[in-house]
Nanobody
Framework: QVQLVESGGGLVQAGDSLRLSCAAS????????MGWFRQAPGKEREFVAA????????YYADSVKGRFTISIDNAKNTVFLEMNSLKPEDTAVYYC?????????????????WGQGTQVTVSS
């Protein structure tokens, strides 16, 4: 059974940092694009960051560029999202996702696998 399990969310103050983890299991994700998305209350889910396991290339939404970093521990099959200088507008449920195609992942079109999400709340 394929699973993506997120962890690391929580309640923090503005300016703090958090690191989210996404543990992948159930298949080999060596050629997959891995990404993070978020959905705030009353808003559509949006792209946050993505990483290509084949090329190592990374992509970020403008709203998080310079503050968030996506990385991967290949040995542990775990993807991380390091979030620094958090703002109240970063408050959302954060989801991990995996797809064989990077453009499709970034556009959220028919993504192969999703995690269940982890809540991040940033107080002002």
């Amino acid at each position: 059974q394929v699973q993506l399990v997120e962890s690391g969310g929580g309640l923090v103050q503005a300016g703090d940092s958090l690191r989210l983890s996404c543990a992948a299991s159930g298949r080999t994700f060596s050629n997959y694009a891995m990404g993070w998305f978020r959905q705030a209350p009353g808003k559509e889910r949006e792209f946050v960051a993505a990483l290509s396991r084949s090329s190592g290339g990374t992509y970020y939404a403008d709203s998080v560029k310079g503050r968030f970093t996506i990385s991967i521990d290949n040995a542990k099959n775990t993807v991380f999202l390091e979030m620094n200088s958090l703002k109240p507008e970063d408050t959302a449920v954060y989801y991990c996702a995996a797809d064989r195609n990077m453009p499709r992942l970034r556009l959220q079109v028919g993504i192969d696998y999703w995690g269940q999400g982890t809540q991040v709340t940033v107080s002002s």
